[in-house]
Each structure stands twice: as C-alpha cells, then as structure tokens.
C-alpha cells in the first residue's frame, strides 16, 4: 500500500511515525462524511517491528486506544457559547490525547478510527510516542 503504514494483526492498518505523511493520510478518509457534531480520530498504534527478521508483536497497551490524529471535523463543531472563549483549539491533523471511553472505536477501510464529540480531546500533543 504505502511505505509508510504497516499491516497490524486484525487487517488494522497501524502508522510507521517516523516515515509518515499526514498529506497522503488525510486523502484516506476524503470520502468519509462525519455527523456534524462529530470528531473523528485515527488512532495511533505502531506497527509491528522486526528484529532480526522475526516479527515482534507490540502488546496492545491501552494507551495505543486513547492517541490519534484528527482525521474530520463535522461541520457544528466548535460552536455553542463555550466557543466564544475557547475558540477551534485543535484542526485536522493536530494529535490528541483523549478518554477511552468517551465514543466509538471501529475500523473504517481497515484504519483504527475513534468517533467523538468535539469537547472530548484533552490535549493536542506533538507526538504519538510520547504518550505511555
């Protein structure tokens, strides 16, 4: 498919960081239209490494499910008086940390998604790798 993306146990599609390119990503969801009041996310898990030619599982930590990048920004977001102050503090391709349990988790054309509301994000962070 892409250099980039690597292939993850469950067909789930993971993101190789370091050789990423947030240009090319956001084209894999041109076609998805989110409700208006929602945010979608593509979760960050890594792929799969290799040492030596053997494939090492990553175990599935639980915060691979509470990281990603804002794919889609449904068209009501950001609006509602608490706006006013907070303005439109993170915009598609900013990272996020947010709760595990604050949406829907599903695969969309084998990508790790996560759909939210829009006050649902904690923090907008640099990097993925950083959150353990």
Known sequence: MKD????????????????????VELK????????PTEILIRLYIPPK???????MNNTNSIYNEIVGYIAKIGKCCFTGERYKEWGNWYKVGDYVVFPRHAG?????????????VDD??????????KVK
């Open 4 to 23: 980039y993306i690597n292939n993850l146990e469950n067909d789930e599609i993971g993101i190789e960081f370091d050789n990423f390119n947030m240009e």
């Open 28 to 35: 894999l969801f041109e076609d998805y239209e989110p409700k």
């Open 49 to 55: 490494k290799s040492k030596g030619g053997i494939i």
């Open 120 to 129: 649902a994000p904690l923090a907008v962070i640099k990097d993925p790798r």
């Open 104 to 116: 829907i988790r599903f695969t969309y054309d084998k990508l790790p998604v996560f759909s939210i």
